[in-house]
């Protein structure tokens, strides 16, 4: 199937998706896989794949969700591979970006179940609702529901003796 050529992104549409979404793809990679290096990684793999593709998206929503969803399809291979080779400590780089103070919150976080992560990482830092997280994980709603409200527990629990816990629980 041949596709004409104002049927693929322009140059200038993949340097403002580019401009747009490089942190929030950071941001996700480094939810998952907790080095800054690896997480760059992966989201230079997510542009090589659009620059490669050059997709045409039907809105910017649609934009944003393909870009999500390849980098939460590289995030899980990136788990594979880690899997075989063991798991990384956090980085300590990661705190940084965050400050000081979201490092106990950060590493709470990081030690959530994965796809646990990825569902508090999309509610409340990216601002999706429970419908959205589930098309873009696909996954149904009630899981993503189960999910997140396990996710609160678990960081109360984590969180609960220190000034940090206060401040995530009035959060959630």
Same mark, same amino acid.
């Given at each position: 199937?041949?596709?004409?050529?104002?049927?693929?992104?322009?140059?200038?549409? /993949?340097?403002r998706?580019v @401009?747009t979404?490089?942190?929030? %793809?950071? #941001?996700? +990679?480094? =939810?998952?896989?907790? &080095?800054?290096?690896?997480?760059?990684?992966?989201?230079?793999?997510?542009?090589?794949?659009l620059?490669?593709?050059r997709? /045409?998206?039907?809105?910017? @929503?649609?934009?944003?969700?393909? %870009?999500? #969803?390849? +980098?939460? =399809?590289?995030?899980? &291979?990136?788990?594979?591979?880690?899997?075989?080779?063991?798991d990384l400590p956090?980085d300590?780089?990661?705190?940084?970006?965050?400050?000081?103070?979201?490092?106990?919150?950060?590493?709470?976080?990081?030690?959530?179940?994965?796809?646990?992560r990825?569902?508090?990482?999309l509610?409340?830092?990216?601002?999706?609702?429970?419908?959205?997280i589930?098309?873009l994980l696909?996954?149904?709603?009630?899981t993503?529901?189960?999910?997140l409200s396990r996710?609160?527990?678990k960081?109360?629990?984590l969180?609960?003796?220190?000034n940090?816990?206060?401040?995530i629980?009035?959060?959630?």
């Open positions: 199937m041949e596709r004409r050529k104002d049927k693929y992104l322009s140059d200038r549409e /993949i340097v998706i @401009e979404y490089s942190d929030m %793809l950071l #941001r996700i +990679a480094l =939810n998952r896989v907790r &080095s800054v290096p690896a997480a760059e990684d992966i989201v230079q793999s997510v542009f090589e794949r620059m490669r593709r997709p /045409i998206f039907e809105s910017r @929503e649609h934009e944003k969700a393909w %870009l999500i #969803r390849t +980098a939460v =399809n590289l995030c899980l &291979s990136d788990l594979r591979t880690q899997s075989r080779h063991g956090l300590e780089n990661i705190a940084g970006e965050f400050g000081d103070d979201s490092y106990e919150v950060l590493d709470a976080v990081q030690n959530l179940p994965v796809q646990d990825y569902a508090v990482y509610y409340y830092y990216e601002g999706y609702g429970v419908k959205e589930g098309h696909k996954e149904p709603e009630g993503i529901s189960s999910r996710a609160r527990k960081l109360k629990a969180l609960e003796g220190g940090h816990g206060r401040q629980q009035q959060r959630l």
